[in-house]
């Protein structure tokens, strides 16, 4: 392993798994896939195969597309398909290279297939490796809406390589910020201006403790939704020409206003969301055109709401899921917000 790289642990009992981080981490494949004792494996990747290392079994390799037309049931049928091709049974192994899609897609597949394979996982993006590619969840979209189908399925081992993230454009770095200036109001603060390493490192070893303490999404997992309520509302609201991580950027300055609306927190704490969020040069404004009623409708649709509005919200004892927030708080915070 290169001497500037961190090891998080994902503690799940006998599912337990490593994050390794760092520059070259990816060389590590062989040695992964050595000690599951796959006999053969299939590499699904968005990068071009020459980015994938030799996992030392014979091997396949699937092309993947990123992006979110492709986190379909149909890419994961296709996936499960190449499997059946590749001759794969449940002794072997999946690695997965790319972005959240990817990992996403692939990681669905390695869980329908046989009814469960190994999967191991090579994210390739900032918000994948920060995020996505840690804590088993796996989902693709429907025409109706975002991850409505998926499971849980916790991976092998996630190598987080930085090289992957050399040729990052402009706005996947912001998608992945968007994650990190959320990380800061629920539990790993002071981020921004460390070296990436540090601050890829310290994101998943929060997500890695939250979900050792609640894989299955029933209690703390919740808080990794910081600033998602909005922000997946107004991902659907502009038909995802905000990006994840731009959603979550104004979903965190809007659950500050929240907060401050509901008297969980003061002026300054709420003024604090709004500089973290700018800090990483990541949009703090409510995009022109979008129209309350519609954010507060698609809201309730937001999959923590059991009944009513729902959000994480920051408070005296810290962060908290905060169910059935009266919809006149929710649009007198909306109506604070500044705009573009
Ligand atoms: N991305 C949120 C979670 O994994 O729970």
Redesign the pocket.
Known sequence: MPSESRRVTVELAERSYPVHIGSGVRQALPGIVGRLGARKAVVVTARHEAEVPDPGVPYTVVPAQDGEAAKTLATVGELCRRFVDSGLTRSDVVVSCGGGTTTDTVGLAAALYHRGIPVIHLPTSLLAQV??SV?G?TAVNLPEGKNLVGTYWQPSAVLCDLDYLDTLPEREWLNGYGELARCHFIGAPGLNGRPLLDQIAASVSLKAWIVSADER?AGV?HL??YGHTLGHALERATGFALRHGEGVAIGTVFAGRLAGELGRIGPARVAEHHDVVTSYRLPATLPAGVDDRELIALMRLDKKATTGLGFVLDGPAGPALVRDVPEHVVASALASMPRD
């Open positions: 995020d996505a804590g969840k999404d997992r990794l939704n």
